[in-house]
């Protein structure tokens, strides 16, 4: 099998669907983090969406999987799996999720997978770096027990595959089966830097230059597990 790794613009999308069309499967991994992302995102889910139906009636199997994240989940007050219908902390990605996943056909299926926070990743190392730079930790206000989901880059990826080999379509939770809390995340970075001292802040989104998405991530306590094996 073949494959080809691409980043895109709003200006590449029609040239990138139109590629799209030789291949069997198309997974899309990661929000652009610019001014643009978010409008990239919805031309590209839109463009994507019209041709896979257009192929559907084709009759050309095609396979759209889609990488949204647990802020589309929201903040839960237990476990919680697939089926849980909560306020999203982000309200344009759950909107998103729905329309890939009620788009699926006879021969076009869409799958969505909401990752929890992947480590090792560029968010928790630039958190990390950042504590190295500045002798601290800093962390959200009130925010050491908030419960957070994550997933080991591995699994995630053996989820995808798993996804593809069984042509796996709807919502699928790509976290672990134990969540953690921050205070557990803020040790495990204290003891990989050797930095002792902490810091808290009280406004996140003010920290994303330094410390990157992860600030907002502390916002919101969630324990998001998978309650489906990506067989179905």
Request: hydrophobic share 35%; no cysteine.
């Amino acid at each position: 099998s073949t494959y080809k790794v691409l980043s895109i613009d709003a200006s590449t999308i029609e040239a990138f669907v139109a590629l799209a069309k030789e291949y069997d499967v198309l997974i899309h991994t990661a929000l652009q983090y610019s001014p643009e992302g978010i409008e990239t995102e919805h031309g590209l889910t839109r463009a994507v969406l019209a041709a896979g139906r257009e192929w559907d009636a084709e009759g050309k199997a095609f396979h759209f999987i889609y990488t949204s994240g647990t802020f589309a989940t929201g903040i839960t007050s237990g476990p919680v799996d697939e089926s849980y219908a909560g306020e999203p902390f982000v309200a344009w990605r759950k909107d998103l999720d729905e329309q890939i996943i009620s788009a699926k056909g006879t021969h076009f299926v869409t799958t969505v997978v909401r990752p929890g926070v992947v480590y090792p990743s560029s968010h928790l190392d630039m958190w990390a770096s950042a504590a190295r730079k500045e002798g601290k930790v800093r962390y959200l206000e009130g925010a050491d027990s908030n419960y957070i989901s994550v997933v080991q880059l591995d699994d995630l990826g053996n989820l995808y595959r798993q996804i593809v080999s069984h042509t796996a379509s709807g919502l699928v939770n790509g976290s672990d089966n134990h969540p953690i809390t921050l205070r557990q995340i803020i040790d495990k970075v204290k003891q990989e830097t050797g930095v002792e001292a902490e810091e808290t802040f009280p406004e996140p989104y003010a920290q994303v230059p330094t410390l990157g998405f992860f600030s907002v991530g502390q916002s919101i306590s969630q324990q998001v597990l998978p309650s489906r094996a990506p067989d179905r």
